[in-house]
């Protein structure tokens, strides 16, 4: 009977998938299995529950999964009203030792009153009802569960209550995905910081909160200068979380608005706590270093007595509100916000005044380290001057004055959530301080969720690397975990940047980033690929096909962007404004520098001979990042300056790798539009249509970029290309070559993210502008590629005619549809391309686009190209 339901449900597979549930569908699992193969047990008995608590969230969840993979409703009851149907005479307190039967357990016969429950709660209130019937759990830690499944029970048991949810979620998710069920599952969180940080404003887009390098939306949590009334979205978001091991989140933006703090938004933030708890998730708060100031003391100064007090009174305000609040993150000093330094007080002064005021509750204070002081650096004038040493120029001598509430937030690289950095020194410096590091899962400086990246590799390269401190194996988890130094353990913090789209990140690709996250700061052992498919299986279908295919776009991602953008652990070129199209000239002495002259390229960080940031690592690293021969290709330009002549690892020269590291990422970008096709009809319309369309921008926009940097180190250098492609494209008409009516040629800045230099724009802003040509190519079928730009002050229409038959048409309204900050340039960040297949040509037709241009998008066109099948230029 159940058998046949299974079937049924299968069957009607056809839900429409906004993204909204994102990993936590719960669609029918995989039909390899009978349905009595699934531990589904008989009814659910909860331990320890009031509403508000995760035990009673954890119940709800398994009646909910339960109900929506398998069709059947399950009762939840107390145990005390169950207590004579539950058989406890197999309990023996050996649970784990001794593994029950395989699948299919014998269950109770359905004849009999006995059941089968799945008992839902902590560990303690399930020792105080059952005495002496669990094994020696006393390894498990805070947040840590335990799940044990056999012919008598599922016990789903947490150290504390969002233990029991997490062990909750980890039993739907074996469910859902259908894998092996383990009779007995304990595990432990590896550190007690697993946080997520929005950069949400409190004001900014109309009446709702915008967020800062947020790709998705404006925010969850804000609306016109205080918390929504509405916070449905903020309580989805918080059960998202929860099921990926996450337990703070600080709602607002890291560059603060002292507004957070007034009587309105405390009132507010309760009302996100009150949604978050059920979930487990507490509340952060950023603080704006000179609130003081805002609510009127003359000064901020953290030894203040004023100041201390009016903290320490704020934050006793905030607990009585929300007794669980997790803490406070605080950016100080750093990019023109005040700090403790503007005191002429030490960052320790400042850290501690919050640690102080968080104390007495309980409370953690996150404290960046993401401080650099840009009036110091002139890369022009000055071959040391550099950036990334200057963090632990900060630091150094601050360890061991901070109090231990304290937790110094790192981000993950020297410089800033690059494509590939070195992981931050300052992780072997700070050795008695608590330290945690911070990532991104918002991709500011990688396509802005308009490209794929999966970093779930990237993440756990990062947690993997070796420190050899002391000359011992030192992996950055163990320093985070406490064990390298042997002090408290610190953790994890994302910006996740998560917004009201419905997808969440703006791209349903982009979720796996968030489920990686989450998973590896649980546990860093996780393995990225393992993640990526579980992930997979649970958003998109367990379809091999769906997973294999998925699996190889993402693992793929990550290499493909570093290569048609940045190599060699060159910092990103990307433009000043949006962090999004390529703009190398400008990088070239800014505080994230290329250092890219004529005939040699690259940072010199030695200690010899550059910044010295080589000589901020223990001995083993620090010798091998000062060798130039033993630095990997990988980061050689971080870490060197050296001629484009310089041949790496490979074989390959610098400058040729440039050359074919794009041309090779972008050939895989484009190839991900056909393996996105051939999974049409196994992945939800809505969701594939979406997809199929960011897919199709990211492939333009991989040869955007591709050819800015190529053409640009091409210009510089004067060394061609072995391969003869760079500056060589054969297929192309470009637009200021056509015959214009209307239009008039435009010089791109800068020129190199135009091909030619220039394109066209139509001279009023209100009049149609034509472009002609007359093609020349062989008869034959071809792509017909547009590349224009996109700006985000109007929304242009262009027509395309062959032979005056209207062939084509698109508007230029991405800013509406692709979440990325828009751009209000002709620049690389607005270019884009669009692709019409099937176009059938002959020699001597006659091409017509006709622009109509909307306020100050004056329908811009760069070129088209003719693509003969196979050929992507
Ligand atoms: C980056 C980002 C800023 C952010 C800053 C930070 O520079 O572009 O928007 O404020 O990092 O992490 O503080």
């Not at 408290?488 to 917004?499: D, I, R, T």
Request: glycine share 8%; charged share 20%.
């Amino acid at each position: 009977m159940r058998c046949v339901f299974l079937l049924i449900m299968l069957c009607g597979l056809a839900i429409a998938e906004d993204g909204l549930k994102a990993w936590l569908r719960y669609a029918p699992p995989p039909m390899s299995r009978s349905l009595n193969e699934y531990p589904i047990p008989s009814r659910i008995v909860v331990l320890n529950s009031t509403m508000s608590s995760p035990v009673f969230t954890a119940s709800q969840e398994v009646v909910q999964g339960i109900q929506s993979m398998f069709g059947i409703s399950l009762d939840v009851d107390d145990a005390e009203s169950i207590q004579s149907r539950i058989d406890t005479s197999k309990w023996h307190g050996n649970l784990q030792e001794n593994p029950f039967e395989q699948f299919p357990l014998r269950l109770p016969k359905a004849d009999t009153t006995q059941i089968w429950p799945a008992i839902i709660g902590t560990i303690d209130v399930f020792e105080e009802r059952y005495p002496g019937k669990l094994p020696d759990l006393t390894g498990l830690q805070p947040d840590g569960f335990y799940i044990n499944i056999s012919s008598s029970a599922i016990l789903i048991l947490g150290r504390n209550e969002r233990g029991a949810l997490y062990g909750s979620f980890k039993y739907l998710s074996d469910l859902a995905q259908g894998t092996a069920f383990p009779t007995t599952h304990m595990s432990n969180p590896d550190v007690p910081i697993r946080w997520v940080n929005q950069w949400d404003n409190l004001h900014g887009r109309g009446r709702q909160g915008s967020i800062e390098r947020g790709y998705a939306g404006a925010s969850i949590f804000f609306e016109n200068g205080l918390v929504r009334d509405n916070l449905d979205r903020a309580r989805q978001y918080a059960r998202l979380l929860a099921s990926i091991g996450i337990n703070a989140v600080v709602v607002n933006n890291v560059n603060a608005d002292s507004g957070i703090l007034s009587d309105r938004n405390i009132e507010g933030l309760a009302r996100i706590a009150d949604a978050f708890r059920p979930y487990g998730i507490q509340l952060g708060i950023s603080c704006y270093f000179a609130s003081p100031e805002k609510y009127g003391l003359p000064t901020a100064d953290p030894l203040d007595e004023d100041v201390i007090a009016w903290w320490n009174n704020i934050t006793n305000v905030i607990y009585e509100r929300i007794p669980d609040m997790a803490g406070y993150l605080v950016k100080a000093n750093s990019e023109g916000q005040p700090g403790p330094l503007t005191y002429n007080r030490t960052l320790a002064d400042g850290a501690n005044m919050f640690a102080r005021a968080l104390r007495p509750h309980g409370g953690t204070v996150m404290f960046r380290a993401f401080i650099y002081d840009a009036s110091k650096l002139n890369l022009k004038a000055n071959w040391r001057d550099d950036r990334a040493v200057q963090a632990a120029q900060f630091f150094d001598g601050l360890d061991g004055m901070v109090d231990d509430n304290v937790v110094i937030q790192i981000k993950n690289g020297p410089i800033d959530f690059q494509v590939r950095e070195p992981v931050s020194s300052l992780f072997s410096h700070i050795r008695r301080a608590r330290t945690a590091l911070e990532i991104q899962v918002t991709q500011e400086y990688l396509g802005q969720q308009c490209h794929i990246v999966y970093l779930g590799s990237m993440y756990k390269e990062i947690m993997d690397f070796d420190f050899a401190v002391d000359n011992t194996s030192a992996p950055l988890s163990k320093i985070l975990n406490g064990q390298q130094f042997d002090r408290k353990a610190g953790g994890y913090a994302a910006v996740v940047n998560a917004g009201l789209d419905e997808t969440w990140l703006g791209s349903h690709l982009a979720m796996s980033n968030l489920y990686a996250y989450g998973h590896l700061a649980w546990n860093p052992s996780r393995d990225p690929e393992e993640l990526v498919r579980d992930w997979t299986r649970l958003t998109f279908g367990h379809d091999e096909k769906i997973v294999e295919t998925i699996f190889d776009m993402s693992m793929t991602s990550w290499p493909a962007f570093e290569n048609y953008t940045a190599n060699l652990g060159l910092l990103s070129m990307v433009d000043a404004a949006t962090h999004f199209g390529p703009d190398p000239g400008y990088r070239v002495h800014s505080a994230i520098a290329t250092r890219a002259y004529k005939g040699s390229i690259g940072i010199d960080r030695t200690v010899d001979n550059g910044s010295g940031y080589a000589g901020q690592y223990p001995k083993r690293i620090a010798d091998m990042y000062e060798n130039v021969d033993a630095t990997p290709d990988e980061l050689l330009l971080f870490f060197h300056h050296v001629p484009y002549t310089r041949r790496l690892h490979s074989g390959s020269t610098v400058i040729q790798r440039i050359y074919d590291a794009h041309y090779a990422g972008s050939q895989t970008v484009h190839d991900y539009i056909g393996k996105w096709k051939s999974i049409k009809q196994m992945v939800d319309v809505e969701q594939y249509e979406n997809v199929l369309s960011r897919l199709k921008f990211q492939a333009g926009h991989a040869l955007v970029w591709r050819d800015a940097i190529n053409n640009y180190f091409h210009d510089l250098t004067r060394i061609p290309d072995e391969k003869g492609r760079v500056g060589n494209h054969p297929w192309r008409i470009e637009a200021e070559d056509m015959d214009l009516d209307g239009y008039v040629i435009h010089e791109v800045r800068p020129a190199v993210s135009a091909s030619g230099g220039r394109g066209i724009v139509t001279s009023s802003t209100t009049k149609m502008g034509i472009a002609a040509a007359t093609i020349g190519f062989p008869a034959g079928e071809y792509a017909l590629a547009i590349n224009y730009f996109d700006v985000a002050t109007g929304c242009s229409a262009w027509q395309v005619f062959l032979n005056d038959q209207p062939t084509a048409q698109w508007a230029g309204d991405g800013e509406f549809k692709l979440g990325h900050s828009p751009s209000r340039s002709i620049n690389g960040a607005s270019a884009t391309r669009i692709t019409f297949s099937n176009i059938t040509v002959a020699p001597g037709d006659v091409l017509r686009i006709e622009g109509t241009p909307d306020g100050q998008e004056m329908a811009p066109l760069d070129y088209i190209s003719f693509l003969p099948l196979g050929i992507v230029d």
